[in-house]
Structures are given as structure tokens and as C-alpha cells.
């Protein structure tokens, strides 16, 4: 096995990359075996061959390209299924802007280490919050976590987060391949699977800062995408 992968996500991320790449490779270092891996969506601002040039100098770093933008829940279900076919123990996934800080990279993978069979970085528990957010954005995210929280029915208070590691047991056995759901929704159903097959989920506190330069990919219909595809998971995965 090859200890943790952190799967990055990328689109038009071309002021971040090469940043976010190294601060995470220096982090993963604390925590053992290591690798860092981009899954570009063709960005048209070359992130992609940006990528590329840091898997040249970082055996640790490799680049999987896709033909176009196709969604973040499917950018990360590609890189889970590439990373367990090359023997990865743990998967991370975290946005590849700074709004996760590379920081708390071991404190979640040390808790997997411990084992959690999910980690979840979350800013709802005590310790936790976010940074630079209006009044409005405060308001639709938490209203998302406590909506779904109460349709679902489940203890996690950070239902929207993507700052998550897994054990690679939890994704072979969740079916990632017949999610469908994007943003919000895609991270609301892959707790949900997970808690839902018996594995144990364990939150630790971040701080979730605004993106430090590049435009956010979240749209307003993603963000409501999960209004009604949570009460659709219910329904699915009773």
C-alpha cells in the first residue's frame, strides 16, 4: 500500500496550483508514505500543464487529465478509483484554492491513523468556523448542513464539507460510482454512504477561509441542487 493520496481537483487553478501543491506535499511528509494527485478538467487556463510540470519535478505529484468539465463529484470519483487502483490506503480530498489550509492535513490524517474509517475537517463543531463570509453565505451554508442534517438524520454536524480522508475501504465499499449528485449534494451523499454502511465518522475542527486568488466554481445550482436530491437520498438509501 501507498499511504495517503490527496486528491486535488482542479479547474481554471492556475494562481493556486503550484502553491497548493507544495505547501500540501509538505504537510503529507509529517504523516508518511504520500502522493499528490491533480485531476485537471482541461482548465483553459493551463493548470493542467502547470500540473505537469510539478510531476516532472515531484515524483510524489502526478496529473490525471479529463477530456472537459464534467462536475466536482465526478473530478473526485475519477481520482479516488485512479488512486485505489495504485494501491493508495487513504484518500483525501480538499480544494485546491487554500480555503482548506494544508495545515490540518495531519491532524485529519492522523486521526484515520488512529482509526476513523472518515475524517472529516469541520467548521460546525466547536473549534471550527470560517472566515471572510457574509451574512448570506453564513446563512445557506449552515441552513444546508442543519437541512440536511435533519432530513438525514445523522450526528455530523459539517454535512456540505469537502475537506475529508477516508479509509480506502470506505470508497470500495460506498458505491462511488452511482453517486451523481455535484458540490453540496456529492459531499451530503458520500457521508450519508458512508454512515449508512456501518463505518465510523469522526469530525475534527477546521477554520475554512475565502479562496486566496482564481473565482469560485460554485453556482447557485449547485448549491441548490441538494434542497431536493437530500430528500431523494433518503428515499434511495433509507
Not at 473526485?76 to 487513504?90: D, K, N, P, T, V
Not at 494544508?102 to 492522523?110: C, F, K, N, Q, T
Not at 475529508?164 to 470506505?170: G, I, Y
Amino acid at each position: 500500500m501507498s499511504g495517503t493520496w490527496l486528491v486535488l481537483p482542479t479547474y481554471n487553478e492556475a494562481e493556486n496550483i503550484v502553491a497548493i501543491v507544495q505547501a500540501s506535499l509538505r504537510e503529507l511528509a509529517r504523516t508518511g508514505d504520500h502522493h499528490v494527485l491533480v485531476v485537471d478538467d482541461n482548465s483553459p487556463d493551463g493548470t493542467g500543464r502547470i500540473a505537469d510540470q510539478l510531476a516532472e519535478s515531484h515524483e510524489q505529484v502526478s496529473v490525471l487529465h479529463r477530456p472537459g468539465k464534467q462536475g466536482l463529484g465526478r473530478a473526485y470519483i475519477a481520482g479516488f478509483q485512479h488512486g485505489l487502483a495504485h494501491g493508495a490506503e487513504r484518500l483525501m480530498e480538499m480544494d485546491s484554492d487554500f480555503s482548506h489550509d494544508p495545515s490540518d492535513i495531519p491532524r485529519l490524517v492522523h486521526e484515520a491513523q488512529r482509526g476513523a474509517d472518515l475524517v472529516l475537517g469541520s467548521r460546525y463543531i466547536p473549534g471550527g468556523g470560517v472566515e471572510n463570509w457574509g451574512l448570506g453565505r453564513r446563512i445557506v451554508s449552515r441552513g444546508g448542513c442543519l437541512y440536511a442534517q435533519a432530513i438525514l438524520r445523522v450526528p455530523v454536524r459539517d454535512l456540505t464539507g469537502g475537506f475529508k480522508c477516508f479509509d480506502r475501504r470506505v470508497l470500495e465499499a460506498i458505491g462511488i460510482e452511482q453517486m451523481h449528485a455535484d458540490g453540496y449534494g456529492f459531499q451530503i451523499e458520500l457521508t450519508y454512504r458512508t454512515l449508512k454502511a456501518g463505518f465510523h465518522v469522526r469530525e475534527v475542527p477546521i477554520v475554512f477561509h475565502e479562496r486566496r486568488a482564481g473565482q469560485s466554481k460554485m453556482s447557485t445550482r449547485i448549491a441548490t441542487e441538494a434542497v431536493w436530491k437530500v430528500p431523494a437520498l433518503k428515499l434511495r438509501l433509507p
